[in-house]
Structure formats: structure tokens, C-alpha cells
């Protein structure tokens, strides 16, 4: 697909997003604003061919609602959104990035080591539905596990770092790996029936980060002051995450489970949060603090 084509599936698609609904003739006039008309209105046959591109590109239905004529991203998947706005970010970015090689050093970006070398072989595989097979260089063993053969399920990135979340075959229960913890990945031709029944949003539904237990999902409330407060409603934290605004301070309500990656996020924002409860997670949080103080001499 030529750079060209690709800007205007993007202007097409960001556009539509942004307003949620558009007309047609809505579009015709943000199309006049835009850099990519040259001045030339947007003909019906390079917005049905542009309208084809992006849905093929980006894997998404631009529809029209036949009673208000307005067009709309037709999507019933929460999963698939997100994975379209990463996309369809990404590639923006790229654009960006592209025009910007004159500065290149004035531009710093996180790494993710991760990306390099093995997610081309684990799409391919979660594309064919091929078990694949590697060795893993666990941070809680001296010595890798050889040979472990994995059903890929899904991939997902968290914090610079791609993780694949499958069924351990040897196990037979699903498992979550680091690609930069793997060696050796080979793709099999093995196939496999993905189970029916495995809910990907349902599995980390009370899940913080990467870290699923079978623990019961607990409420949580944090006192959070003013400043962090605004950090909070521009990324909350998790999805169940419900505010009550105070003169001096926001109360943050949620529903997940307490699992390490969720009391280490916590105790990164200091003084600024104060957990109110449930105990249990107070508990967590303190006996991390003194054993933080014990590092400095002080009990």
C-alpha cells in the first residue's frame, strides 16, 4: 500500500473515530481542511476505495446507518477496538516519526527488546493455530526449561515487554511467558483446536497487570490527593475504577484482584496514595515499607 493511500486511510478512520458518527457531507468538508485534498473535493470513488483499504488494513467495518446516512467503526469487540487504535496509532506514529528523521536525536523512545526477534514467529503461529515450542530463562531458576511446547492463545504487551499467554501442553493449564525470557522459538506444524470456551477479556478481567491468580477479586479503595487524582482520570488504573471527588482529596474505588505487579504499581506513587482498603492489601503495602526502611538502617 503506497504512503499515500495509507495517510488517507488513517485521516480516514481517525476522523470517523473522533466524531463517532460523521455524514458524508461531514466528511467532505473535514476532507477540504486536510492536507490530503489538495484542494480537490472527495470524490465518491476514492472514498469507497479509501473506505475498502482501511477496512482491509486496519480489519475493521466502516458502516453507514441507513436512517441518519451517518458512517460509523462497527465493532462488538472491545478486544479488537483496542488492537485498531494501537494499530492505527502505531502507524500514525510511524508517519510522524518518518518526517521527523532530521531530529532524530532530540526524539527518545521506550525500548522493547521484546518485539525483535520472536513476535513474527508467534503471530505466525496464532495465526495458524500451530503450537509452538521454546525454552524459557525463568528469573526464578538458575537454568532454563528446555523443550516447553506451548498452545498460543493471545499476546499481549504490558509495561515495553510482549508476553504469550497459552496452554502448556505438559501442564495442560495456561501459562503466561516474557518473549525476551525465550530462546530457540520454533513454530511447529503441529496444529490445535483453541478452546471455545476461553475468554481472553474475561481472564484478566481482575487482573491489574499480567499477573492472573485464582484468588477473589477484592474492592479496593485508595485516597488518592489532587494532583495524582488528575493522573488517575486520564489513565485509571484499571477498568472497574470508580472516583468520588473530595475537597482536599478523590476516593478511587476498584475491583480486582491483589496480586504483586498490583501492590508494586501502588507502592510506586508514595505519599501520594494511601490505601484504605481492604486490610489485607494495607497490610501488603506497610510489611513492603518496612522491609524498604530495613534497606536504610531504619526499623
Not at 532524530?104 to 514467529?121: G, K, M, Q, W
Not at 470508580?242 to 484482584?257: A, G, P, Q, W
Not at 507502592?267 to 486490610?279: A, D, K, M, Q, R
Request: aromatic fraction near 12%; proline fraction near 5%; charged fraction near 25%.
Amino acid at each position: 500500500m503506497a504512503n499515500t493511500t495509507v495517510n488517507r486511510c488513517i485521516w480516514l478512520l481517525d476522523t470517523i473515530r473522533r466524531h463517532g458518527r460523521i455524514t458524508r457531507q461531514q466528511l467532505e468538508e473535514a476532507w477540504l481542511r486536510s492536507p490530503h485534498s489538495n484542494g480537490r473535493p472527495l470524490s465518491r470513488r476514492t472514498f469507497c476505495n479509501h473506505r475498502a483499504a482501511a477496512e482491509e488494513f486496519f480489519n475493521v467495518n466502516i458502516a453507514c446507518d441507513p436512517k441518519s446516512f451517518e458512517y460509523y467503526i462497527e465493532d462488538d469487540n472491545d478486544n479488537n477496538e483496542s488492537v485498531t487504535d494501537w494499530l492505527l496509532n502505531s502507524v500514525s506514529l510511524n508517519e510522524v516519526l518518518v518526517g521527523a528523521r532530521g531530529i532524530t536525536d532530540r526524539i527518545f523512545l521506550e525500548n522493547v527488546p521484546s518485539a525483535r526477534d520472536f513476535l513474527d514467529i508467534v503471530i505466525s503461529a496464532l495465526k495458524a493455530d500451530s503450537r509452538v515450542r521454546f525454552n524459557y530463562h525463568s528469573y526464578t531458576r538458575s537454568l532454563p526449561t528446555q523443550g516447553i511446547v506451548l498452545e498460543p492463545y493471545f499476546i499481549r504487551l504490558f509495561k515495553q515487554r510482549w508476553y504469550l499467554i497459552g496452554r502448556n501442553t505438559a501442564e495442560d493449564r495456561i501459562k503466561t511467558y516474557a518473549l525476551d525470557r525465550m530462546s530457540d522459538v520454533k513454530q511447529l506444524a503441529d496444529k490445535f483446536e483453541p478452546d471455545p470456551g476461553f475468554d481472553m477479556q474475561e481472564y484478566f478481567r481482575h487482573s491489574y497487570g499480567i499477573v492472573v491468580t485464582h484468588n477473589t477479586p477484592r474492592k479496593v479503595v485508595l485516597r488518592v490527593d489532587p494532583r495524582q487524582a488528575k493522573y488517575f482520570r486520564a489513565l485509571p488504573l484499571h477498568s472497574s475504577q470508580i472516583e468520588t471527588v473530595s475537597d482536599k482529596f478523590s476516593l478511587f474505588t476498584y475491583h480486582i484482584r491483589l496480586t504483586d505487579d498490583f501492590v508494586a504499581e501502588l507502592l510506586s506513587y508514595g505519599p501520594h496514595i494511601t490505601v484504605l482498603e481492604p486490610p489485607e492489601l494495607r497490610a501488603m503495602i506497610k510489611s513492603s515499607l518496612r522491609e524498604s526502611l530495613r534497606n536504610y538502617g531504619e526499623t
